[in-house]
């Protein structure tokens, strides 16, 4: 087929047209997938990476109570490692001075700690609050721990403790520090209830993942300069498992022995707590 040139000329304004159009089209959708894509990071960060602590406390509990029956599966510990790394050393720290012992475990999620503690069949004689701002992780918790005259379960936030000052021989909180509205003010709380003497174990989260949590972690001189201003003293930094630190430290005073966990005045006051 032979076009004239008149034919060329009538075709040309509306390809360029089309092109033109097409050009448009082609990088609006360039610009919307790469807003898709922005948009499933955001999602991706705020619900998975940093579990919706940028969100609010509603959020954060929200999804551990989605995510309760499914908890121990992810995280998928060897119980052996648990009672090697978590339950022989945290039971050295208490020592002998705070037994029997009456321990609050602030976030205790699953009761991993009480039930590593107890697998490991040290501190029989130790009397357990164990609290989280989510309902279905304590439920789970129910369900591990057996012997429950030993265990209180109580369902609430730590930004604020329902206990008076001075109340716990041990206070204890494990990777849920950042996951808090206001860490700060949750380590105060942590430390009001604590007796003088008495013990202190925290983590701090470190590691590649922290760097994905701007302003809800420290760094290991941070976190022993906010302990020592608070009076804390014996304070032991050292490496725990994946991507935490350990960090145990006493509060300042006399411990007067013996530990709480028969004292009938403070299982009176326990009874008292919703
Ligand atoms: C990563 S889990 C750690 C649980 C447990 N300590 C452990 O080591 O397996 C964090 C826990 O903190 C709890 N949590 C988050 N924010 C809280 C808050 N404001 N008050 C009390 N618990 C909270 C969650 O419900 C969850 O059970």
């Not at 949590?213 to 003293?233: A, C, E, Y």
Request: aromatic share 10%; proline share 6%.
């Amino acid at each position: 087929m032979v076009y004239n040139k008149q034919d060329v000329y009538s075709i040309h304004p509306f390809c360029d047209h089309c092109i033109h159009i097409l050009h448009h089209l082609l990088l609006l959708t360039l610009l919307f997938i790469a807003l898709l894509a922005l948009i499933a990071l955001a999602i991706y960060w705020l619900f998975f990476v940093t579990e919706g602590v940028y969100l609010g406390e509603k959020v954060v509990v929200w999804l551990y109570d989605l995510y309760a029956r499914h908890y121990d599966t992810i995280k998928d510990w060897d119980l052996q490692d648990e009672i090697e790394y978590l339950a022989q050393p945290f039971v050295a720290l208490i020592g002998e001075r705070r037994r029997p012992p009456l321990i609050l475990d602030v976030a205790t999620g699953t009761g991993r700690l009480p039930l590593a503690v107890q697998l490991s069949g040290l501190l029989p004689d130790a009397r357990w609050v164990l609290l989280d701002a989510s309902n279905n992780m304590l439920q789970v918790a129910k369900e591990r721990l057996t012997s429950h005259d030993r265990y209180h379960f109580i369902h609430q936030s730590a930004q604020s403790l329902p206990f008076e000052d001075a109340f716990f021989d041990v206070v204890t909180c494990l990777e849920a520090l950042e996951f808090m509205p206001d860490p700060i003010h949750a380590l105060d709380e942590l430390i009001r209830v604590l007796r003088p003497g008495g013990l202190l174990l925290i983590t701090n989260r470190t590691g590649p993942g922290a760097r994905w949590l701007p302003g809800r972690i420290w760094t290991r001189n941070q976190v022993f300069q906010l302990l020592k201003s608070r009076g804390m003293t014996a304070i032991g930094i050292r490496p725990f498992l994946v991507d935490y630190e350990w960090v145990s430290a006493v509060k300042k005073g006399v411990f007067i022995s013996p530990g709480r966990a028969q004292d009938p005045l403070a299982l009176a006051k326990l009874r008292e707590l919703p």
